[in-house]
């Protein structure tokens, strides 16, 4: 069995890594949830290439039905074929098509499967699944087939919290909160996007950046890929570590809502604001 020991493109946690492989072992999804932006979908990726194993993604919205996962039956092909094609229709299975829970059922090899942002869907859309995780198979009516996994799929589910999971489907999973880093596991974060960042403007980003995120009253606090985007842009611009002491430069890469720039620009905790000049060039 392989465990993971984590991947060099992705921090985590002691306590994290341990839930990987308790899912593992148990053949039991992990369900993952977190503030956006703390590396839930991105947890998917460093297992699947931690442990060399294929990733299949199933993006969830808000219009996902739990069969569009194990299989589409392409009627609309069929009767097009049948009424223009040479091709003989009563052959079902060419028109029937995995989807990606199906493909990892039927991978030849153990696979990762990522169930993204499961909270998007209908309330039902989990307790539709329960059938198929416990019994590792789904029964296809059209063809008389079933699909069995040949492996079960290391599975990821992640969640931001928009609706409350079933109890049903939540016993069946491994659950893992993903706390927000702390400034010494952020700081390994960032070292791992940018191993030759200037320690000093390492040091005066996340002094504003946690400054930033004291503020209780945002609507949107910034997250560590937003924190990475600013670093991106600080870097690309050119911007000195004691422009960022005394400035909020590009804020637009962290703060996402007008509401929350005019607490950060009106607050009275600091004398940081924005500066007139990149104000007058629409910079934030």
């Not at 899912?23 to 999804?29: F, N, Q, T």
């Not at 659950?175 to 700081?187: A, D, K, R, S, V």
Request: some cysteine; charged content about 30%.
């Amino acid at each position: 069995m392989d465990f993971f020991k984590g991947s060099d493109d992705y921090v985590l946690s002691p306590e994290l890594r341990d839930n990987v492989n308790v899912s593992i072992v148990l053949g039991r999804p992990l369900l993952v949830k977190g503030e956006p932006g703390t590396g839930k979908t991105l947890l998917a990726h460093s297992i699947a290439k931690g442990i060399g194993k294929k990733l299949i993604i199933w993006n969830v919205k808000s219009t996902t039905k739990a069969k569009e996962g194990l299989y589409v039956y392409d009627t609309v092909q069929r009767l097009n074929d049948a009424r223009f094609g040479d091709r003989d229709v009563s052959d079902i299975k060419q028109y029937i098509k995995l989807g990606k829970l199906g493909e990892a059922f039927a991978a030849e090899e153990q696979v990762v499967l990522l169930i993204d942002e499961i909270d998007k869907a209908e309330i039902e859309f989990p307790n539709d699944l329960l059938n198929e995780i416990d019994e590792m198979s789904f029964y296809i009516p059209e063809t008389g087939v079933t699909v069995k996994a040949k492996h079960r799929p290391i599975c990821i589910i992640t969640s931001n919290s928009e609706k409350e999971l079933p109890d049903p489907f939540l016993r069946r999973c491994v659950f893992h909160y993903i706390e927000f880093p702390g400034q010494e596991l952020m700081t390994d974060i960032v070292n791992v996007h940018f191993p030759d960042l200037d320690k000093k403007l390492l040091k005066e980003c996340l002094k504003k950046f946690y400054w930033i995120r004291e503020f209780d009253m945002l609507r949107k606090k910034p997250s560590t890929s937003e924190l990475i985007d600013w670093i991106q842009a600080l870097l690309a611009g050119g911007i000195s570590p004691k422009k960022v002491e005394s400035e909020l430069p590009f804020l637009g890469a962290l703060i996402k809502k007008k509401e929350d720039m005019d607490v950060i620009a009106g607050s009275d905790k600091s004398h940081y604001a924005y500066s007139s000049s990149a104000r007058s060039r629409g910079v934030y």
